[in-house]
């Protein structure tokens, strides 16, 4: 736990859009729900993807994510609950457990291995992808875990726990920090009856994601397993979160990087040359 310096918000951004996540399978038959999808890349610039995952049934996450390519982007996995190794073609390797994150930065190519070790029990978490900006799309690949442990913590006076696993929020930093992007991820846990409050830069863009409960910002509820846009305005300098019974959240933030997107699969580039040299890189092992 850290002193605290509140951030002074003079008003709280608005929700724009509410988006319900889409129900998929990914790797070797992981079921999971899409929640940043594909249409949202834009609006949502620097972040390119959200998956969250929970189940206490093995048959939903076993088979993990056996050895696959990225480029071009990093992926943040959180794992709430339960136990993932991670293997890449870089040489890392690292063992994912609760309250942990992992931190890879695919840079010009990883092949990576995500699989459960694990075989019952709860496996609850989030992976989200932010984007590179277009000069460090092919920087050398770049991996960390961090238990959890080495999250930094705090709580507020209302005692709602904050963990701050990249940027920064009511004075404390948080794990990772990025420059360009400058991505701020909290997981934040409110009791009931209390109110959150954190700055963001107001050309970030940013959402919440509530998977416990229910909240509310400026008069609009956000349900658990929903995800809301927090409106851009030059005079919203943060959000103000309330919670009239428990609820927890993840809160994304970034600055956007303005540059085309190009995915194909698990590379994302600017252009779709870059996409055709990823393709060829990869078929002839130029990922390792
Ligand atoms: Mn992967």
């Known amino acids: 736990m850290t002193a605290l310096i509140p951030d002074a918000i003079r008003k709280t951004r608005t929700i724009e859009q509410i988006v319900t996540g889409v129900a998929t399978s990914d790797g070797a038959g992981v079921s999971l729900t ?3 999808t594909g249409r949202l890349q834009q609006r949502l610039d620097p ?57 890879m930065t695919a840079g010009r190519g990883v092949i990576h291995s995500e699989i459960p070790e694990q075989e019952n029990g709860v496996m609850e978490g989030f992976q989200l992808w932010l984007n590179l900006p277009a000069a460090s799309k ?33 004075g404390v930093a948080g794990a990772v920090t990025r420059d360009t992007t400058d991505p701020i991820y909290l997981d934040v846990h409110l009791p009931a009856g209390t109110t959150f409050a954190t700055a963001i830069p107001t050309t970030h863009n940013a ?54 997107i190009v995915q194909y699969g698990p590379f994302v580039m600017n252009t779709q040359q870059q996409i055709h040299q990823a393709l060829d890189d990869f078929r002839n092992g130029r990922f390792n």
């Open 34 to 36: 899409r929640v940043l």
């Open 47 to 103: 972040f390119l993807m959200l998956d969250a995952f929970g189940s206490d049934d093995p048959h939903d996450y076993i088979a993990g994510f056996p050895d696959h390519p990225h480029r071009g982007f990093e992926t943040i996995t959180y794992m709430l609950s339960g136990r993932m190794r991670h293997r890449d073609s870089a040489g890392h390797e690292g063992l994912l457990e609760n309250g942990g994150v992992q931190w």
């Open 138 to 170: 092919m920087a050398e690949p770049w991996y960390r875990d961090f238990p959890a442990v080495a999250i930094p913590e705090y709580r507020t006076s209302e005692g709602v726990e904050v963990r701050v696993i990249a940027g920064g929020s009511n």
């Open 207 to 260: 959402f919440v994601y509530v998977y416990r409960g229910a909240v509310n910002i400026s008069g609009t509820r956000i349900e658990s397993q929903r995800m809301g846009i927090l409106h851009n305005a030059a005079d919203s300098d943060g959000v103000i979160i309330q919670a009239d019974s428990a609820a927890r959240l993840i809160l994304v933030a970034g600055q956007p990087l303005h540059e085309p």
